[in-house]
């Protein structure tokens, strides 16, 4: 079964760091690009990030990039978000999803169910 | 950068009916459109890609059309199991996958 599994997600202060994971199982991992959405409390979807199968590209939305680190390991079949200098904004339900590895006319086909960040003041 | 709207913001149908949402991208983005269905407490779900490719076990009573900047994502013979927010999402150029603010289907 092709499945993702988010994971990482707690209580954070603000101003504080975080690491997601998310695991992914029953395809080639490192055949996809992977990307990273997020969902704040009773709000729209947000994108926030992609990298390429093989890790070599990657594409932050916004004002992403200064604070979030989009990464992989194929030899784990996991992807990470690393974030930085944490704000009451980012607080969310994080996704991944998988893509495929050309981006202009692509989709999102697989969802993981998410995991959750607080950030407390 | 493409800017993604929807209309309307929510709607509410009864069961059986036909229900039409618009989705407007700000320039011309072929037909590199994704529409996804969020039902209450689930993670989002890939219904219609490029803009009316209808996704693997998706129900036909979805349909998704247009092209250029105007986009329409189609249920026919609503059902319960349709009540949920509804999003498009380009995939033209950079910015990639900037998604629409959504659109609520209720069931009256």
């Known amino acids: 079964e092709v499945q993702l599994v988010e994971s990482g997600g707690i209580l954070v202060q603000r101003g504080g760091s975080l690491r997601l994971s998310c695991a992914a199982s029953?395809?080639?991992?490192?055949?996809?690009?992977m990307h990273w959405v997020r969902q704040a409390p009773g709000r729209g979807l947000e994108y926030v990030a992609s990298?390429?199968?093989?890790?070599?590209?990657?594409f932050y939305a916004g004002s992403f990039e200064d604070r979030f680190t989009i990464s992989r390991d194929n030899s784990k079949n996991t992807l990470y978000l690393q974030m930085g200098s944490l704000r009451s904004e980012d607080m969310a339900i994080y996704y991944c999803?998988?893509?495929?590895?050309?981006?202009?006319?692509?989709?999102?086909?697989?969802w993981g169910r998410g995991t959750t960040v607080t950030v407390s003041s | 950068e493409i800017q993604m709207t929807q209309s309307p913001s929510s709607l509410s149908a009864s069961a059986g009916e036909t229900v039409s949402i618009t989705c407007r991208a700000s320039?011309?983005?072929?037909?590199?459109l994704n529409w996804y269905q969020q039902r209450p407490g689930e993670a989002p779900r890939l219904l219609i890609s490029?803009?009316?490719t209808l996704h693997n076990g998706v129900p036909s009573r979805f349909s998704g059309s247009g092209s250029g900047t105007d986009f329409t994502l189609t249920i026919t013979n609503l059902q319960s199991e349709d009540i949920a927010t509804y999003y498009c999402?380009?995939?033209?150029?950079?910015?990639?996958?900037?998604f629409g603010p959504g659109t609520k289907v209720t069931m009256k």
């Open positions: 999402q380009h995939s033209h150029s950079l910015p990639f996958f900037t």
């Open positions: 029953g395809f080639i991992f490192s055949d996809y690009t």
């Open positions: 320039q011309i983005i072929t037909s590199d």
């Open positions: 999803a998988r893509g495929e590895d050309y981006w202009t006319g692509s989709h999102m086909d697989v």
């Open positions: 490029a803009a009316s």
């Open positions: 990298v390429t199968s093989n890790g070599g590209s990657k």
